[in-house]
């Protein structure tokens, strides 16, 4: 469900979903609780539901911003592992260069087929949340067959030739990462607390009694509207390869590898 509303919804309309279904929740169940408790408006458990806010309200923050950092970090992490994958199949083909013209195009042609299949065919499938190792399996066992055929002669080439080989081992290292990466969310427990904290937290707002009704919507509007922003936070950073927050492929693209994508590549 989160996917699909993070594949098919914008950043700004998850936005409005959130915050504002929140906010008119809130508004909502205040009027709600002052129609059908008049007395709470004299603010006569005002002390107790304060203490009862403030205690949970101190919990769900550290717990918020326990989940929101870790979540930052893991979307970092993933946008180091895609640029570094990227890097190294760059350097395998500029350790290539040295090759013999025939040994040099095959190590370009498994490279290319590499990238395509990792932008048009895994990418996709990491954003729906069902990354698959098949997707890029072939063209990898491809670039390790085009560097094993090359007998390196001399010992400049058998130093590019190693470290060919040594960056193509990189590139099978970042491509698990990633792909573990894509079928990485939010635990279940977490998920818990984030959004039935709020689904507590929210409630006893209710409860604060003030005179003023407008001063205890905008009170209580803002609680939510914090809240609601505070989980949009949460759900576009929960998964890395999806929605409009999401990892992009364009170093698949660039530096040496862009080679491989002009003119249809």
């Not at 970090?73 to 013209?101: C, H, M, W």
């Not at 060919?164 to 081992?169: P, Q, T």
């Not at 950073?237 to 992009?248: K, Q, W």
Request: charge should be negative.
């Amino acid at each position: 469900m989160i996917l699909w509303l993070l594949n098919n919804l914008s950043t700004f309309v998850l936005g409005v979903l959130l915050v504002g279904g929140f906010t008119a929740l809130a508004v909502a169940g205040s009027l709600a609780a002052r129609r059908r408790f008049p007395h709470l408006a004299a603010g006569e458990h005002n002390e107790m539901v304060g203490v009862a806010l403030g205690m949970f309200g101190a919990i769900y923050g550290i717990i918020l911003a326990f989940v929101v950092v870790t979540l930052w970090t893991q979307l970092e992490n993933t946008q180091n592992v895609v640029a570094n994958e990227a890097t190294d199949l760059a350097l395998v083909v500029r350790s290539a260069d040295v090759f013999p013209p025939a040994d040099r195009a095959n190590v370009d042609r498994a490279v290319g087929s590499y990238v395509h299949a990792v932008v048009e065919v895994q990418w996709p499938l990491m954003r729906e949340g069902r990354p698959s190792f098949d997707a890029t399996a072939e063209q990898t066992r491809a670039i390790y067959a085009a560097l094993q055929a090359y007998e390196p002669v001399g010992p400049r080439s058998e130093t590019f030739y190693q470290e060919a080989a040594s960056h193509l081992n990189d590139v099978a290292a970042q491509r698990r990462a990633r792909v573990t990466m894509a079928e990485t969310s939010l635990p279940t427990l977490l998920q818990v607390l984030v959004y039935g904290g709020a689904l507590v937290i929210l409630p006893l707002t209710f409860l604060f009694g003030l005179r003023s009704l407008k001063m205890q919507l905008l009170f209580v509007s803002a609680v939510a509207a914090l809240i609601g922003f505070s989980l949009l936070l949460v759900l576009v950073l929960d998964r890395p390869f999806a929605g409009d927050l999401s990892v992009s492929p364009a170093p698949y693209k660039q530096a040496a590898l862009a080679q491989f994508w002009e003119a249809g590549g």
